[in-house]
């Protein structure tokens, strides 16, 4: 059965830190490119940033660079997400999604699998 779960979501302050963990089930890191993802009340859904499966490329976006660090652990079926100086348009429930190779935006028709999501809030 396949499932991407999401964990490490929470609440922290302006300027603090938060990792998120995206387990996989049901296939490998191997087979899929995992990108995060993330959606605030009334916006369009964001990518925040990507891996890829083949080389583990990475790949961020304009407003999260320098600030979030994606990485993987093969070995645990785990992508994390180290997401440090945290401002409060960080503020979105964050989901993890599988697909072939990495996405410019997300598309339901080129996702293959995605989580459920966590919800970060950065507030003071």
């Known amino acids: 059965q396949v499932q991407l779960v999401e964990s490490g979501g929470g609440l922290v302050q302006p300027g603090g830190s938060l990792r998120l963990s995206c387990v996989v089930s049901?296939?490998?890191?191997?087979?899929?490119?995992i990108g995060w993802f993330r959606q605030a009340p009334g916006k369009e859904r964001e990518k925040v940033s990507c891996?890829?499966?083949?080389?583990?490329?990475?790949y961020y976006s304009d407003s999260v660079k320098d600030r979030f660090t994606i990485s993987r652990d093969n070995a645990k079926n785990t992508v994390y997400l180290q997401m440090n100086r945290l401002k409060l348009e960080d503020t979105a429930v964050y989901f993890c999604?599988?697909?072939?190779?990495?996405?410019?935006?997300?598309?339901?028709?080129?996702?293959?699998?995605r989580g459920q999501g966590t919800q970060v809030t950065v507030s003071s």
């Open positions: 891996i890829s499966r083949v080389d583990g490329s990475t």
């Open positions: 049901g296939f490998t890191l191997d087979d899929y490119a």
């Open positions: 999604a599988a697909s072939r190779v990495c996405l410019v935006y997300y598309d339901d028709r080129d996702v293959a699998f």
